[in-house]
C-alpha cells in the first residue's frame, strides 16, 4: 500500500486537487482490498481485479496490481470527472458559429489528453470505466482510450452544455448525470411534429406582424422562435406532473407572441391593439402591448386535465417582475394549501444582459431558500441573444457565461443551442421534472440570436457588423428542423404547407375582425376577486371599530405565552404591561392597537401577512410579534396564530436584507387576494427609496397601466428625531407627487359614499394616534375596492405617552378619521364669530406633539392645531371646515421636514382649494412654517437638529 501511495502522486500538469482526493480514497480501498478483498465493496473488487490494472496477463491478485496501469486509470477517472464538469465549453451552443458561449474560447485543459501524459499511442490502451449511463455497463468495464474521449464528447459537448456539478447536494448531482447521460435518440413522431407545428406558429406571428405592421415595434422572438414550441411543452409536462397554475413573468421580447401561442389570447386582440382602436379605459390601453399580461386555461383533452396560466404585465423596467411572479406564485401556493409547493410553478424569462446585470436578479435568487418566501423551485429561461441592445458579452459581465449568477445559489444551468428545437425541448423537460422532484431553482440558457436590432426598426449592423452578416446567411431553424423531420418521415412537404396556410387563412380573418373585436371581461380577475367593485360610483364609508369584548381577547392573548416557555425578563415586563392596558382599556400604544387590528381581521377568516427587515420583532423592539424561549431550545410562539380554533392565516417574515426584491414579491402576494391584509415594512422608511422602481412602476401606477388592483400596506417608519439623513425621512414628498388627485378640483364629499378615494391611484396616511393606525389597516380590508396604502409610522411616538388610544376609540361604530380638529376645550371656546384664535396650523404626524408640548409650555390660548391625518387623497371637507371654525384665523402649515420635502409642496394648493369654498377664508393663503430647503433630509448633528427645531416652534408661536 505504501509502494501504490507513493506511485499515486499526483504528476505535474494533473488537477491536484480532485486527483489527490481521488487517490487518497483509492489508495485506502486498495490497502483493504490488498488485505482482504472480501472487505471492500463488490465493485472496487471489480475494479481491482480488472485485467488493465495487472502485471500479467491475468486478473491480478493482492500485490499484483500495476502501479502504473493504477495511476494511469485513475487519470482516466479524472479526465471522466473533468468532461462531467467542463464539457460544457466544449459545447456546439452558438447557431452562428461566433464565439463560444461562455467567451472562453479556448479548450480547458483537463480535457485534453495531453494533460494526462497520454499520446495518439495511448489511444487504444484499455482502461477500467465505472459503471455508468454513458457507458452502458452496470458494473466496472475495460474500453479503448479512444473510446472513452468519444462517449464523453457526444454525451457532455454536443448541443447541449450542463453545469451541475457546482451543487452540493449528491442526490442532485447524481440525478442529472443520470438525466445527461441517458441515450437520447429524438422524440417520437408524436411529440416531433407537436414541435414543428409550434415553430411554424411561432414564425408565422412573426413573419404575419412584420408583414403587416413593419415600421411597428414589436420586439420581436426572431432567432429565438425555438421558445413558442419549448415553452408550449413546458406546460404541457408541467400538466403531466399535476401542476394546477403555472405564473409567469418574461421581458418585452417575445411577449406578443408567447401571448398568443402560449397564453392563447385571441390574435384578433393583439391586432386591434397595433391597429391603435382601444378605447380609453378599455383593457390593455394603459400601456404598450409588449407589457401587458392576461390569465388563460389550458385544456389538454388526452391528460383530462387543464392548467391556468398567469402572464402578469410588466414595464421596461428588466427583470423588475420578477419577484412579483414569486409573491404571486406563493400566494397561490399558500391559498391552495400546497404546502409541497407543486402545483404552483413560477416561470421567468430573462435576456442574457439583463439576467448578469439587473441586481434585482439577485435579490430575487436568493428569496429561493427563505421559509416565508421559497416557491419550491422556479424556472429561469434565458433567451440569450448574445447581445445586450447594441452591446457585446464582453462588455456587458465580468463572468464566462450570463448565467454564472446561479451558481452562488447551486442551481442546475443547461446552455442550450438554439437552432436544435429538440435539445432545447428536451432541457425543458429536464428542468420541469427537476423542479418537481427537488423543488429547486433551474436555469435554461437558449444560445440563439436576435434577427433585428432591439426593435424592428433598429440597425444592429452599426455596432454588430460579423453578427449580422452571419445572421443573414443564417438557414431559419424552421427550415432546418422541417428538413430534419422531413428526412425522418415524419412530416411531408404537404403537411407543412397545409400548416402554414391554415395560419395564415386564420391571421388574415382575425385582422379582418380586430376593429370590432371587444374583450367580454377583465381577464386577470379571479373568484376571490369577484366581490370587489372597479370605478364604483360611489364607495361605501364603512365603520372600522371592533365590539370591545372581542378587542379585550385578543388583548389578553397577545400579552401573554404559554407558561413553560421561558421568556427574555424585557419582554415578560412589556407583556405584562400590555395585560394591564387591557384590563383598564386605557394607554393603548401603536403596537397593541396594530395587535388588535391584526387579530380582528384573523378572527374574521382574513388572512394577514407582514414581512420586511426585523419585522418579528420590530426595528424598535416594540412589536414582539414572535417571541423566543430563552432557554436555547429554538422554541418560538406566536401570540397571534393562537386566538381561535377557527380563524385566518397570520404569517410574520423576517426577510432577507433586500427592499426591491421583498417590496416586489409582496406586491405579487397581495394580486392574488384581497381579502387579505399584506404588509411590507421597511426597517426606516429611509431605505424604501432602493425599491423605487416597484413603488414608480407597480404600486402606483399598476391599476392605470394594467388595471391590476392592489390592497398592499407600505409600513415606513418616519420622523425627524436626530438620528441623521438615512433615519429621519420615508421621502413623504416623492409618494404624494405620484398621486393622480387633482389639486385645483375640490370633489363630492359625501359622508356616506364617496368616488374621491376610489378614483385614486394610492392612499397616503401620517397616523398620530394608535386608534387610527387601527382603523386604517382594517380599512384595507373592508372597503369594497382595493387601494395600496403608504403610511408613516412613528418611530419614538411608539413609546410616547401623550401618543396613545383608549378603547372606546376602537370599539364598535368607530372608523378612521382623516383629519383630527382641535381638541383643546380651551382653544375650542375661544371659536365663533368673535373668536380670538388667531393662527390654525394644520400638521401631519410627530411634528404635532412637538407642537402641543410648546404650546402648554408657554401657555398659548390662541393659536388652534389640527392634523391632517390622511394626506391623500386630500380632505378637502374637513381642512374647510376647520378652517371655518376659526374665522379670525391665519392659515399655516407646519411640518418638521424641509420645505422642498414633506407634504408641502402637495398640501398647499389643496388647502387653498378648499379654502375657496370656506365662508371666511376664500381669498386666505396658507403660510409655511418649518425647516428650510435643503438638498439632504436631515442634519446628523443633534445639537443642530435640536435648534432647528427650537427655530420652527419659535417661527410658529411668535
Known sequence: AAKAASLLRVRAGLSRRSLATTASYTESMYAAWSKDPKSVDASWRSYFESPALSKGAHAPTAGSVDAKALEDNLKVQELIQSFIQ????????????????????????????EHYGFKDSDLDRQFVVPPSTIFGNDRPTQLPLRTIRAKLQEVYCNHIGAEFSHIQDPEQVAWWREQIEKPFSGFDKETSTAIMA????????EEFLQRKFKSEKRFGLDGCEVLVPAMQRLIRRFAEHGVEHVVVGMPHRGRLNLLVSVMQKPLAAVLKEFQSLLEPGEEGSG???????????VEYADLKRSIHLSLLANPSHLEAVNPVVEGKARAEQDYRSDGSRKKVVPVLLHGDAAFAGQGVVFETLGLAGLEGYTTGGTIHIVVNNQVGFTTDPRFSRSSPYSTDIAKVFSAPI?????????????????????RQQFGRDVVLDIVCYRRYGHNEADQPAFTQPLMYDRISKQTHVKKQYAEFLTRKGYVTPEWLAQHEAALEESANQAFIDAPNYRRPVAEYLGSRWGSIRVNVDGAKIFNTGVDADVLRAIGDAVSAAPQDMNLHQLIKSTFNKRGQVVKTGERIDFALAEAMAFGSLLLEGNHVRLSGQDVERGTFSHRHAIVHDQSGNQREYMPLSNLAAEQGKISVYNSHLSEYGVLGFEYGYSMANPNALVCWEAQFGDFANTAQIMIDQFITSGESKWNRSSGLVMLLPHGYEGQGPEHSSARLERFLQMCNDDESVYPPMDHLARRQIERSNIQVVNCSTPANYFHVLRRQVHREFRKPLIAMTPKSLLRLPEAASRLPDISAGTRFLRLIPEQNPDILLASG??????????????????????????????????????????????????????????????????????????????????????????????????????????????????????????????
Not at 409655511?928 to 446628523?940: K, M
Open 287 to 297: 400601456d404598450v402591448k409588449y407589457h401587458l399580461g392576461m390569465s388563460s386555461d
Open 198 to 205: 409550434g415553430l411554424i406558429q411561432g414564425t408565422h406571428f
Open 833 to 958: 364669530p368673535n373668536a380670538g384664535v388667531r393662527r390654525v396650523v394644520f400638521c401631519s404626524g410627530k411634528v404635532y406633539y412637538d407642537l402641543v408640548k410648546e404650546r402648554e409650555r408657554l401657555g398659548v390660548k390662541d393659536i388652534a392645531i389640527a392634523r391632517v391625518e390622511q394626506i391623500s387623497p386630500f380632505p378637502f371637507d374637513l381642512v374647510h371646515r376647520q378652517a371655518d371654525d376659526f374665522p379670525n384665523a391665519e392659515i399655516v402649515w407646519c411640518q418638521e421636514e424641509p420645505k422642498n420635502m414633506g407634504a408641502w409642496t402637495y398640501v398647499c394648493p389643496r388647502i387653498e382649494t378648499a379654502l375657496a369654498k370656506s365662508d371666511h377664508h376664500k381669498s386666505s393663503k396658507i403660510s409655511y412654517v418649518g425647516r428650510a430647503a435643503s438638498a439632504s433630509t436631515a442634519t446628523g448633528d443633534k445639537i443642530q437638529h435640536k435648534k432647528e427645531l427650537e427655530r420652527l416652534l419659535g417661527q410658529l408661536f411668535a
Open 86 to 113: 467542463r464539457g460544457h465549453n466544449l459545447s456546439d451552443l452558438d447557431p452562428l458559429g461566433i464565439r463560444s458561449a461562455s467567451l472562453e474560447d479556448s479548450t480547458p485543459v483537463e480535457v485534453t489528453l
Open 414 to 434: 443547461l446552455h442550450v443551442n438554439g437552432d436544435d428545437p429538440e435539445a432545447v425541448v428536451r432541457c425543458f423537460n429536464m428542468a420541469a421534472d427537476y
